[in-house]
Nanobody, 126 residues
Framework: QVQLVDSGGGLVQAGGSLRLSCAASGLTFTLYAMGWFRQAPGKEREFVAAINRSSNNTYYANSVKGRFTISRDDAKNTVYLQMDSLKPEDTAVYYC???????????????????WGQGTQVTVSS
């Protein structure tokens, strides 16, 4: 079955950096678009970034544009989220998600993604 394993979260001071990883198995990774979402306590899950199967299209939420970078390594079946210049408002549980590229019509909507990781906590202290 499809499995996505998120990792790389932790505690960091404001202005610092983290790199999240999401290792995928049980699917043909090169046929899937990948996304990152986050959910803070008491808030709805929100879109962070997404990348298509061929890495030539990426999408970002306005709140992270210029600070976060999504990338993928197809040889390792892994998608990454490099997070720089972190802010306390970036504190959340971060989830990776996968969607078959041919049905990936709305990269920023969580309903688009049938497969999800377990989440990794990111805490940014001020």
């Amino acid at each position: 079955q499809v499995q996505l394993v998120d990792s790389g979260g932790g505690l960091v001071q404001a202005g610092g950096s983290l790199r999240l990883s999401c290792a995928a198995s049980g699917l043909t990774f090169t046929l899937y678009a990948m996304g990152w979402f986050r959910q803070a306590p008491g808030k709805e899950r929100e879109f962070v970034a997404a990348i298509n199967r061929s890495s030539n299209n990426t999408y970002y939420a306005n709140s992270v544009k210029g600070r976060f970078t999504i990338s993928r390594d197809d040889a390792k079946n892994t998608v990454y989220l490099q997070m720089d210049s972190l802010k306390p408002e970036d504190t959340a549980v971060y989830y990776c998600a996968a969607a078959y590229d041919r049905t990936w019509f709305s990269p920023n909507r969580h309903e688009t993604y049938p497969y999800w990781g377990q989440g990794t906590q990111v805490t940014v202290s001020s």
